[in-house]
């Protein structure tokens, strides 16, 4: 261990919190204070080491038990919601649950919760009520954040608003019935552990005896009830250690509540704060870069990683034309540092949203150059952007039976024997109504004879959402979006797509963004066809395929930087670096979110290793409108001392 690991590892007794910044050595840090303690005589089973991941949890328990072997198997270690598990396993019948409870999974809550919109007697229908997994979403967030319903949606949900006794009442239901069939969801190994806490001092008092010594890893992680479960369950010996890095906190979109680890000191006023500034993982100029990032942010501890590392070169700076160059370009180098002897598995391309990365996966794909995505799914892949384009590809060809059933089935009511049963109609009334175009018209017929078909078997709780469809195709069929791809998703989009999303997914503004830019792309092909050509190319071609089958082969990974947190590579490009984009525009609204956005960029920047690579277009298609226009570099670019990196245009 270096001076300032050493120190934390051997704090003396008292609240202490540990700032270790990107790269530091956090979790061996953490699993030399538990050995420390051991070795100190504290009983095993009075250190409680609480962690946000199984697999931190098991890392930190192995490596303990690699330092003083059994005796580390009696410490109370795991995350929270595992030790929440465990002690309501223990108590849970004080609060009205047996000990035999079963804890539901994702799915398991949206079923239940779909029971309890059933039973409520709420008219989904006449509301546009949520779908049971936004729901599930909602309700997760509300107990999360310990906010009231009505302050979430007011926030996060504004569209929802008017419906928040509805929804109160579906969550009290939901309530019950949980508490009726002896089960708890995910969140409640959470919530219902504080209240059971709070409620019963005896039992709350067993546990503040028993844990002498509280440690936290990620704390800047925790959300509103994870601290004060620390809080309370440390408050007889004060023994609290918390760790983790204030700039990289990042995760208040799902309830993480950067306060927390801020007002740890005011919290704690005997609180010692350790910080933990050398970093192994990256070169001095990478740090440098790093440490200029984060300058800027006026809530933070302040720290200065320090380079364990010898000299490498200096970030690049890449300005393309659009963004086509740019995906050129980072495929190019991908491919030069590969030669150089760098396997693709030690690079990452980094990026803000997932849309931006629209251009690259073309192009990777064109190449040939393999690659994983984080989230398991491609750009052109998600049922949001796979939806809207089956639409265009019903009106590009009214055979194409895949289109037509996706399109009806998102209607309520239909499932798969009706859409059958409604696609032989379709078929049977364009049969019966001959082309009046050619082959260079678009499409060759008119849709609305076989649409019209359909009517008399389209079921009595669809009607409304067919009277839309129809009048949607047929407002398509127009010459004027008809021939234009954006005109068509926006259309789409505009014309009853936007409140399914709404129904259906708690993410719907990052969906209807991606749309918007799918929009936005498709400005660049002349017609549909060329456009879905496109599209079918990218997802069929053999990279993609090839990656789900050979898990041996070397690919380049693709990645949010949210996702991306707590990996390191060799080589880093962080791209569509633009304003708007990164900061994204909404989170400029207010200091508290531009500040997360640059937490976010400072974590983008400390994965690398040894090359950081940061990119953006000065070009990119105008929204709503056709043509270019000139794209600014991202504030968190324009605010860096130009000595910290180096600027190269391509041509």
Not at 31 to 57: C, H, M, S, W
Not at 389 to 400: G, R, V, W
Not at 473 to 480: I, L, N, S, T, V
Not at 568 to 596: A, Y
Request: glycine residues 6%.
């Amino acid at each position: 261990m270096n001076d300032q690991q050493h120190a934390a590892v051997t704090s003396p007794k008292g609240p202490s919190l540990v700032i270790a910044g990107a790269g530091a050595g956090k979790t061996r840090t953490l699993t030399y204070r538990v050995a420390y303690l051991l070795e100190q005589g504290i009983p095993a089973d009075r250190i409680l080491l609480l962690t946000f991941t199984n697999k931190a949890a098991r890392e930190m328990m192995q490596r303990v038990g690699d330092l003083l072997g059994n005796e580390a198997s009696v410490v109370w270690g795991g995350t929270f919601h595992s030790i929440g598990a465990r002690m309501l396993r223990r108590h849970g019948t004080c609060l009205g649950f047996g000990q035999d409870f079963s804890i539901m999974d994702r799915e398991d809550a949206v079923d239940l919760l779909s029971t309890c919109v059933a039973v409520s007697g709420i008219d989904v229908k006449a509301t546009r009520f949520p779908k049971p997994k936004v729901l599930a979403d909602i309700f997760s967030l509300v107990a999360n954040k310990q906010s009231t319903m009505e302050i979430l949606l007011e926030k996060q949900f504004p569209y929802f608003a008017h419906l928040t006794r509805e929804m109160e009442q579906v969550m009290e239901l939901y309530r019950e019935r949980k508490q009726t069939n002896n089960m708890m969801d995910f969140d409640d190994l959470l919530g219902l552990w504080l209240v059971m806490l709070r409620q019963n001092s005896e039992i709350l008092e067993q546990y503040q005896q028993q844990f002498q010594f509280v440690l936290v890893d990620e704390y800047q992680d925790t959300n509103r009830i994870q601290s004060n479960l620390v809080d309370l369950i440390g408050a007889r010996h004060q023994n609290v250690m918390v760790v983790g890095d204030d700039s990289q906190s990042i995760y208040s979109w799902r309830g993480a509540h950067f306060a927390n680890i801020f007002e740890f000191p005011k919290r704690y006023a005997d609180a010692i704060v350790h910080k933990i500034e050398t970093n192994y993982r990256s070169t001095p100029q990478i740090l440098n870069f790093a440490n200029a990032v984060i300058q800027s942010n006026a809530q933070q501890f302040s720290k200065q990683l320090e380079p364990a590392r010898p000299a490498g070169q200096k970030p690049m700076v890449i300005v393309t034309n659009d963004a086509h160059e740019q995906a050129m370009f980072v495929a190019q180098k991908a491919l030069e540092l590969r030669d150089e002897g760098i396997e693709l598995d030690e690079m990452a391309i980094l990026y803000r949203s997932h849309f931006h990365a629209m251009e690259l996966q073309m192009e990777l794909t064109s190449r040939n150059i393999p690659f994983s995505i984080t989230s398991g799914i491609r750009f052109f892949e998600q049922a949001h952007i796979k939806d809207v384009t089956a639409s265009i590809k019903l009106m590009t060809n009214p055979a194409d039976e895949l289109s037509f059933k996706r399109v009806v089935k998102l209607m309520p009511g239909i499932g798969a024997r009706t859409a059958d049963t409604l696609w032989h109609l379709f078929q049977g009334g364009l049969a019966n109504t001959p082309s009046t175009g050619n082959a260079d018209t678009l499409p060759p017929r008119s849709l609305m004879p076989g649409i019209q078909c359909c009517i008399p078997k389209v079921p009595k709780k669809s009607g409304e959402a067919w009277t839309q469809f129809q009048a949607t195709m047929e407002q398509m069929e127009a010459p004027k979006i008809r021939g234009s791809t954006a005109a068509m998703i926006r259309h789409i989009m505009d014309a009853g797509y936007e409140d399914y999303l709404k129904s259906e997914y708690s993410n719907f503004r990052n969906r209807m963004e991606d749309l918007e830019q799918l929009a936005v792309y498709s400005q660049q092909f002349e017609t549909p066809e060329t456009f879905l050509t496109q599209l079918a190319l990218e997802t069929d071609l053999a990279p993609g395929r090839k990656q789900e089958m050979s898990q041996d082969e070397e690919r380049i990974r693709l990645s949010t930087i949210h996702q991306a947190k707590g990996l390191e590579f060799k080589v880093v490009f962080v791209i569509m670096l633009c304003e708007g984009l990164f900061p994204s525009e909404r989170s400029t609204e207010n200091p508290d979110s531009e500040e997360e956005e640059r937490r976010l960029f400072y974590v983008a920047s400390t994965r690398a290793m040894d090359e950081l690579y940061l990119c953006y277009p000065l070009m990119r298609f105008s929204q709503r409108g056709t043509g270019d226009f000139m794209q600014t570099p991202s504030r968190f670019l324009a605010e860096l001392p130009r000595d910290v990196f180096e600027e190269v245009k391509v041509r």
